[in-house]
């Protein structure tokens, strides 16, 4: 039997990131061949992943990184709140940070699919299994493409839950001012904050729209309206539906009685093309 020494554990687990006692059994059984006991822990984190996959990881942490060209958000999930704590959890997301914004996948398949220094970002979860001994997914991931004359801001709040991207449009001067990276993680907030359904109520889908004017349309027959006005009632429902529910028609929540658009024109006539609002546990 091969002798287990102390320099060897500690390479394997500089490696693997693996706890000291699971190391050693590793290379125990491995007889003391670092490069199998390596692969039998990999096959240990498959098959932890495996026997997990049917667990509910909606734990974990919203996480944002820009540049000038890009904008991603992404959620990593786990099974408890206390891992979200976890250092091992925490680098791994700082490691995602650095990856997802130097390899910029359009997807999220793209993104798991991405080569790591052992395998792919896939393998690299399935390892994190092992290592932390909960079920690990990379829950959502979008990505937001800046062109000439636009810039995107990001925000995520302090408890990691949720997180935002936002689109602007406006002159290059103004999109590199200080006042304008303020507001647009203001923006960012305000999307955490209030939800919004899509940029404008035209963006709005058809389908949900419709939906709710049914359902509007139903209250109002039931409550006895005559049919001669239920249509009058209906269209001031929808405009406030709007209003609540439109990005630009909400009223900006870092303003008094301001919409997000007139605060947009009022930061120096810039323009909201588009965001992200990725909320743990919900898809992006």
């Not at 904008?71 to 940070?97: A, H």
């Not at 991207?165 to 960012?188: H, I, Q, R």
Request: with cysteine.
């Amino acid at each position: 039997m091969a002798t287990i020494t102390a320099a060897m554990v500690k390479e394997l687990r500089e490696k693997t990131g693996v706890g000291m006692m699971a190391c050693k059994k590793a290379l125990t059984e491995a007889e003391g061949n670092i490069d199998l006991a390596v692969d039998n822990l990999r096959k240990l984190g498959q098959a932890k992943a495996e026997k997990r996959a049917d667990r509910s990881a909606t734990e974990g942490s919203v996480s944002a990184v820009t540049d000038e060209s890009c904008g991603i958000i992404f959620q990593l999930n786990c099974e408890t709140d206390f891992v979200t704590n976890n250092k091992d959890f925490s680098g791994f997301i700082d490691t995602l940070q650095d990856l997802f914004i130097a390899q910029k996948p359009a997807s999220l398949e793209d993104a798991l699919n991405l080569k790591m220094e052992s395998g792919t970002l896939k393998d690299s979860i399935t390892d994190m299994v092992a290592k932390i001994g909960e079920k690990i997914d990379l829950g959502s991931y979008a990505r937001m493409v800046a062109e000439e004359g636009e810039k995107i801001y990001s925000y995520v709040h302090n408890n990691g839950k949720v997180g935002a991207l936002v689109k602007l449009k406006g002159a290059a001067d103004v999109l590199e001012s200080a006042e304008t990276e303020k507001f647009g993680k203001g923006v960012c907030m305000h999307i955490a904050a209030s939800a919004p359904l899509a940029v404008s109520r035209d963006d709005i889908p058809s389908e949900v729209a419709e939906k709710e004017k049914e359902i509007f349309r139903e209250q109002i027959i039931n409550e006895g309206k005559p049919e001669a006005i239920a249509d009058k009632i209906v269209m001031g429902k929808m405009n406030k539906f709007f209003k609540e529910r439109a990005l630009l028609e909400q009223e900006y929540i870092l303003a008094d009685k301001q919409s997000v658009e007139a605060a947009a024109k009022e930061a120096g006539n810039l323009e909201i093309t588009n965001f992200v609002l990725v909320e743990l546990g919900a898809q992006a």
